[in-house]
Every structure is written in structure tokens, then in C-alpha cells.
């Protein structure tokens, strides 16, 4: 059975920056393509950033040129930079595959306010 852990959130003032992890156990990591998601209160979970084993990423409109997704396969783990983030960036950030998902973790709440 698959655990994702994710871990880094926090509360950040407007234009800050945070670093966001999660480490995979349990199931093989590196051929799989890896997502961030998020879901703000009263709204429906987002898939925000991914990126594939052989390093090729995409994002969301709203979050390209600000957040940076990467992975590190030797330690199953991905992980979100996040720059100057904005208010609107609030919500609980989880990680998991692009398709066919993993039980979800429990995600990292990450707040974004002055």
C-alpha cells in the first residue's frame, strides 16, 4: 500500500516563497508521472504542476512561472517550490500520480496572508 507524505506548508505573507515535499513509499516511484494538487475551502481539488520521469513538467495557468515542481526518484520524493505567492494560492496541498491514483495523504495546509 502506497503512503504519500507531504510536509513544508506554513503561513507565508504575499510574496513569499515556500518549499513543499512528499515522500512515496511503498510502490515503485521513478516511471510514474507525479502531481501537486490543491484544494482551496469550498472548492474542488486542482491539479496545479507535474512532472514525468524524465524531468518534463507542466503547470497550471495560475501558478506558471511562480511554482517549480521537481523530484528527486532515489528519495521518492517531489517536490513544490512556490514563489511570491498570492492569497489566492491558500489551500491544503497534496501530492499523488497523475492518473490512477494513490490513496491520498493528508495533504500540508499552506496560508498565504499579511
Known amino acids: 500500500q502506497v503512503q504519500l507524505v507531504e510536509s513544508g506548508g506554513g503561513l507565508a505573507q504575499p510574496g513569499g516563497s515556500l518549499r513543499l515535499s512528499c515522500a512515496a513509499s511503498?510502490?515503485?516511484?521513478?516511471?510514474?508521472?507525479m502531481g501537486w494538487y490543491r484544494q482551496a475551502p469550498g472548492k474542488q481539488r486542482e491539479l496545479v504542476a507535474t512532472?514525468?520521469?524524465?524531468?518534463?513538467?507542466n503547470y497550471a495557468d495560475s501558478v506558471k512561472g511562480r511554482f517549480t515542481i521537481s523530484r528527486e526518484n532515489a528519495k521518492r520524493t517531489v517536490y513544490l517550490q512556490m514563489n511570491s505567492l498570492k492569497p489566492e494560492d491558500t489551500a491544503v496541498y497534496y501530492c499523488n500520480r497523475q492518473s490512477m491514483l494513490w490513496p491520498w495523504g493528508q495533504g500540508t495546509q499552506v496560508t498565504v496572508s499579511s
Open positions: 512532472i514525468a520521469n524524465n524531468g518534463d513538467t
Open positions: 511503498g510502490s515503485i516511484f521513478s516511471i510514474f508521472v
